[in-house]
């Protein structure tokens, strides 16, 4: 029977996924676009990244395919050099000796100039924009789009308004500066774009070091970053820096060839004459290949007025460096290279003339892609072969979005990845958002994404933790029986449940790497094991081993699992110690806390146990050496045998409460709830109690998780008490209020009441205070209240407490 090929969905041929027919069988050449290195990198970057990452692993461990995957570091370009440059600006600025009112004046001069750059409708003919009438002008132009309304229209907000709100915020910072007299740092956004107009080109350019410090700290944190997030590093990484003759060489060859000409310094790409000589250009967005502004950005906010092109979609393979630019030489003098040529040099000079896989984020299909493709194709041609395949297949990530706005670093909507770590994801759980959508997909993560990832997650967990807890004390009790899984028998339970996964899920992997309908096969057999062994009283742990085994070897692969290392055999979340870290030492927080255990339970006078003092004195110690002469490197195997001892003393101490003295009682009631609350949660270790004189199970769960749980038990306790004892005094009040009004003789209740005006010999009132009879309606009223007062008054007399 024939196997079904993996399928891709390809840019190159838009539809349904083709076959993958790698050009050498078993192996794949794979390049893919890097980063520009000018700050620090974002979800959108993440989202990028982690799905090519997910893709690569599945290649590697799941198709055991030899990836080549090589990516580059663009680390000159124009944003990095609008950067760099107006970071030294500034930061010669700063050095400079101003008065006060100076700075006042340049804040004041770049204030105005951002705004008639950035936001029109704050620029009135003949009226000054101040500081002072700003906060006016910005809701009167823009205050429908700081509401969530578009710019103009019904239509949803995009990236236009995203670009409002950037500079709105820049602006609202400079004006509380400029209000305070604090001008740096508030006003640094503003004063960055006005200095550069202003000196741009007097910086020199020579001393490239404003550039490479920067690219150089951020490549750093780019990587740091993605350590964080369990990509794999690149197998090679290039940087355009490194690349400039090879660059020049490039360039040249195209020219020769008569697809490229020079203008005043700067080389094009000559498109017509590209399909003039039988080629296709924008072979990926042709619906876009005359978008100009997508052209414009593809060029770089730098590349303008360096000549006049042949074909308005002419588009630079070198650039005439103007003053305030870095440069290297070339045959038509000093400049440096376009956006677009560094990864065609870099990925044919490591992969050569064709390679396999190219990806990279969906907003570089078109005119990044599109071309690289053109100007490779138009390097390696040969007119006696026709049109060169230099990409078999382009692999484009969907980006992010944020409020229906594209997540970028221009528009400075976004969250750093460093930030998102520590606020409000873990690697994981990021990662699991993003196999939760299809590679190719745009996603938007909202809040109903993140309870379904959370709640994968969650129950992925759980069922790690009670397969490894049910496996450690069928071990203990003398282990289960071995599970094989070959041979031609039919599957029934569990086991059909499981071939019918690994069928389900291979069927996903193979269409183009349906990681969404991989993760909901996942989620449906761990739920399809709880109701089967929730049902079945007899249920035999190797069927549930062997599924355990199956999921955390595709996590594994899937990048779950930091600590994790191919073939991911284990079960559960890996818990390897690293190669330099001594096993002794790495479980001497579990025996310390054994030690400590002991000698307060031999501090107790415990009777009625002929098994405590057989607990107190077995030591875990030969199981421990046992495991480390095996080879194990496993903590949570290794820290078992003392774990073990420490709950079945706890559970012993437990059996025997019910007959010690009060003292005693109380005593081993504290020392158990120590023992599973502080001792071993700080250990990350859980005892689940069970009845009828079970053992407690064991089961590792991160010790923040349950300190947490255990602080808001906590908390939830003081809230409680904190209730009560405020009603306890609300009563008290309310009690102490009753015994002083009961004090007041019936006869006197209603004396001070400046209502009336007469009363009869019970104290009742007959005259209101104007000489007339009090109404019958009142009457009724206030003998129900004198009566009342009576009994009340003759109760507390009676109880002495008059």
Known sequence: MATEPLKLVNSLQPGNPVPFEPIEKGKVSWYACGPTVYDKSHLGHARNYVSTDIIRRILMHY??????????????????????????????????QYSPEELQRLALAAFQAYAKSNLPLLVKEGEELTESNYNERRDGGYGKVLAGAALSGDGKPGDDEAKVKMHIGNMDAASVAMKNKQIFPGTDEILLPYLDSLYKETIDTADQTMFTDLTRSMEDLFHEDMDALNVLRPNVITRVTEYVPQIVDFVEKIVSKGF???????????????????????????????????????????????????????????????????????????????????????????????????????DLAFPHHDNELAQSEAYFCDHSKGEHTWVNYFLHMGHLSISGSKMSKSLKNFQTIQDALQTSYTARSMRIVFLM???????????????????????????????????AEADAAGGIKALSLDGEKPKEGLLAELEQAKTDLHAALLNSFDTPKA???????????????????????????????????????????????????????????????????????????????????????VTGSEGIAGLLSSDPLAEFEALVDAGSRDLEKLALPYLRSASRIRDELRRVVSSQTADTKKSLLALTDRIRDQDLT????????RPDNQPSLIKFIPAAELIAAREEKAAQAAEKA??????????????????????????????????????DEQGLPTKMKDGSDVPKSQQKQLKKAWD???????????????
């Open 437 to 471: 959508g299809k590679w190719n997909d745009g996603v938007e993560i909202s809040p109903d994404m993140r309870l379904q990832a959370d709640n994968w997650e969650t129950t992925v967990n759980n069922f790690f933790v009670n397969t490894k807890s049910w496996l």
């Open 519 to 605: 993760m909901l096969i996942i989620l449906k057999l761990v739920t399809a094991t709880n109701i089967y062994i929730k049902d079945n009283k007899d249920v035999n742990l190797a069927e549930v081993e062997a599924i355990a085994r199956w999921i955390t070897k595709i996590v594994g692969i899937f990048g779950l699992d930091a600590r994790a290392e191919p073939p991911y055999n284990g079960i559960g979340w890996a818990s390897q110690l690293s190669a330099d870290i001594d096993p002794k030492s790495a479980i001497a927080p579990y025996s310390e806390a054994l030690t400590r255990i002991r000698a307060d339970v031999e501090a107790l006078s």
């Open 63 to 96: 198709f055991n395919y030899d990836v080549n995957f090589v990516m580059n570091i663009t680390d000159i370009d124009d944003k990095i050099i609008i950067k760099a440059r107006r970071q030294r600006l500034l930061e010669l600025e700063k050095k400079k």
């Open 722 to 759: 904190k209730k009560k004892e405020e009603a306890r005094l609300a009563l008290e009040k309310q009690q102490q209020e009753a015994r002083e009004k009961a004090k007041v003789p019936p006869e006197e209740l209603f004396k001070a009441d400046e209502r009336y005006g007469a009363w």
């Open 682 to 689: 700080n250990l990350g270790v859980y005892l689940d109690d």
């Open 260 to 362: 490229a000409y020079e203008v005043e310094g700067s080389v094009y790409f000559d498109i017509g004459a590209f399909e003039k000589g039988g080629n296709t250009y924008a072979r990926l967005r042709p619906d876009v290949r005359n978008d100009e502004s997508l052209q414009a950005e593809g060029e770089g906010s730098l590349s303008k007025n360096l000549g006049v092109k042949r074909g308005a979609g002419d588009f630079a393979l070198w650039k005439k460096s103007k003053a305030g630019e870095p440069y290297w030489p070339s045959p038509w003098g000093d400049g440096r290279p376009g956006w677009h040529i560094e990864c065609s040099v870099m990925a044919s000079d490591v992969l050569g003339s064709k390679m396999d896989i190219h990806s990279g984020g969906i």
């Open 788 to 802: 009342k007062q009576k009994r009340a008054h003759e109760d507390l007399k009676a109880k002495g407490g008059l």
